[in-house]
């Protein structure tokens, strides 16, 4: 009956955590243009959904098709200097025809641009990979020893 408890629970906490992430209803994404060292939009990006209302320049607006987009002008293979290099961060109207977040150059209002698409709340803020999923493993692994250290504890 005790090892069954065990078993059971082991099992639920193996299927919670293998569930899919669930975000909000509502998406937003970041809202902000710089140009060179001028303004807060520029990489890294070190604001969080909490300094949104603080920085002037920057906003995190609602987006209804929940796709957010960063584009990265100038600042080509011959570029001495980041002065020419600007950065907007931004919702799009429609992502990839794939549904797949990506980066890549592009043509974007007549200029040739780097171009980058993500789905979800506020994930154009990232400097690196857009997404960066949290692996269920080390979840799973600390799971199991407090469950086993709370099993044995209890009835062994």
């Not at 193996?14 to 060179?36: E, F, H, K, T, V």
Request: aromatic share 10%.
């Amino acid at each position: 009956m005790k090892a069954s408890v065990f078993i059971i629970t082991v099992i639920f906490v193996i299927i919670a955590s293998n569930a899919p992430q669930i975000d909000a209803l509502l998406r937003r994404c970041y809202q902000c243009r710089s140009r060179g060292e001028l303004g807060s939009c520029k990489d890294p990006f070190g604001f969080n959904a909490t300094d949104v209302e603080r920085e002037p320049g920057l906003a995190a607006i609602p987006c209804a098709s929940g796709w957010c987009g960063k584009v990265i002008e100038g600042g080509g293979t011959y570029a001495l200097d980041d002065y020419d290099l600007a950065i907007q961060r931004m919702c799009v109207q429609r992502g990839p025809d794939d549904n797949m977040d990506r980066c890549a150059d592009t043509i974007y209002n007549h200029k040739k641009v780097f171009m980058c698409f993500c789905q979800g709340d506020l994930c154009n803020g990232a400097t690196g990979r857009w997404i960066q999923h949290q692996q269920p493993l080390p979840k799973l692994t600390m799971a199991f020893i407090v469950l086993y250290k709370l099993y044995s504890n209890l009835y062994l």
